[in-house]
């Protein structure tokens, strides 16, 4: 889970970081402020299979793009980018259009994360595992 950018405001990224780990995932939160690099360098240094961006800001355009580019420069295009926040549904689209994995909006039950998560794990990862 990663703040990126200017906003300053996490209670929704620590309720969702809570909810993955109760539903048995492992969360690293990287806290406010992070940089698209600061999130990436973390996510390949930690081996994460999933990278969550929260994002209250109106800088989605740029942040998600800018962290999905750092993942697949360096190789680690198997990692799912997802994450959510004040995102207008044309912008989600366009999002995931261009690789993005599925963003939730404000009100999105915590275990429609949890179960998007895990039907992406199961179909990508599990054969790792």
């Known amino acids: ?70 993942l697949k420069e360096s190789g680690r295009e198997d990692i799912l980018l997802t994450g959510g926040g004040i995102i207008p549904k044309e912008d989600m689209a366009a999002l995931e259009a261009r690789g993005i994995g599925r963003l939730f909006g404000p009100g999105t039950s915590t275990q429609d994360l949890v179960d998007f998560i895990r039907e992406w794990f199961a179909a990508h990862k599990a054969d790792e595992a």
Do not use: C, N, W
């Not at 969360?27 to 360098?41: D, K």
């Open 1 to 70: 889970m990663a703040k990126p950018g200017l906003d300053g405001h996490d209670r929704g990224a620590k309720v969702v970081a809570a909810a993955l780990r109760d539903a048995g995932m492992e969360v690293i939160y990287t806290g406010l402020h992070q940089t698209p690099e600061m999130i990436a360098t973390a996510a390949i240094q930690e081996d994460v299979d999933v990278v969550g961006l929260s994002i209250l800001s109106g800088a989605h355009m740029t942040l998600f793009p800018r962290v999905h580019d750092l």
